[in-house]
């Protein structure tokens, strides 16, 4: 997957990426509880044409799953973005719980692909009130540096997930200072874990004494202010650590094992193109809703933005509540209430004869 320089926007660390990577997942659940669901994609000329090996999905689509191919090429306007989707694959099952359980799917994509779904009764009689709730786990990685180094619990989901509810009355020009300030330290972050992967890919193949940690910082300093926009590679690493040593020693060395030196960084950051990945998560609830985590309702279908930045740090939870009107409630009530008052009446008819 080829990737440009980073754009440190709202998570810092995005990487545009060429593959296609926008997805709609649209789920209709029936008063039964039964879900049907539909994901919509974008699909090459391979994949239409039927060559199933080019599965445009973050799952296997060949078992449960109905391959639809859309007559033409459909914009979608996804969060204030239009994007083109040719494909749409439709499973049914008896709950919402069906889908994260019956999936297969390559271990990288575990958090997009079985979101933990469900829907439970809380309260009420008459008309009972459920929530529905959606969990998409934390990206998996390994990154070396800790984001909790960077940043406060509180930081991390404001810079991520939003909500500014724990960080006071900021008016704008505050709130823009105090960004400011956490997007410095989220590129740092990123900056460090990209200089100490490479580093890390380049000393398997040196046999020479390790450099000392306050050698590195010294060289992770200067490469930090010199390279602040692009990518910190193992090449660049490699440039650095000769100019501060005053040998060619480091470029030698990446020169004569480049390839699996670079295959090494690249698996040390193979979640940083996952940060792209975006699905617009729609759903219908069978009641009417009184209360969602997000604003974004249309004609009674809610929708989250899902994406790679929102599951960088944490879990991301989607969470709604719905009532319905239970008929069976009303049915029994005036059932009951019918009987009373007949016994009652039977009773006071009884006691009037004697």
Known sequence: MKRSKPVFLLSAILLIV????????????????????EVYAKADSAFIAGDLSKNP????ISKGWKIVKLDSMYTFNLFGEEKQMNVKVVSEGPSIEYFSKNIKF?????????????????RGWFYPVYTFKCVYKKLGHNLPVSIDEYL???EQKLWSQGGFENFGEFN????????????????EW????????????????????????SLKNDVFNIIKSKYKEDEIDPQKVASELDRKLGTDYYSRLYGMNKEPIDN?????IEVIPLLGYLISYEIRLPGKIIDANTSNIKNGVIIWKVDGARLMFDNYTLVAEYRRINIWAFIISGVTLLLALLSLSYIIKKRVKR
């Open 18 to 37: 060429s593959c296609n990577t926008n997805y709609r997942v649209v789920t209709t659940v029936s008063g039964n509880g039964n879900a049907h669901r």
């Open 57 to 60: 999905y973050y799952f296997d």
């Open 106 to 122: 390559k271990e990288q994509m575990r958090s997009f692909a079985i979101p933990n779904e469900t829907i439970t009764k809380k």
């Open 152 to 154: 406060t619990k509180d």
């Open 172 to 187: 704008g020009s505050e709130m823009n200072d105090f960004l400011r300030g956490i997007e410095k330290r989220v590129i």
């Open 190 to 213: 990123y900056a460090k874990n990209s200089f100490e992967i490479s580093y890390a890919a380049i000393n398997k193949f040196n046999f020479e004494k390790p450099l000392s940690d």
């Open 264 to 268: 090494n960084y690249e698996k040390g």
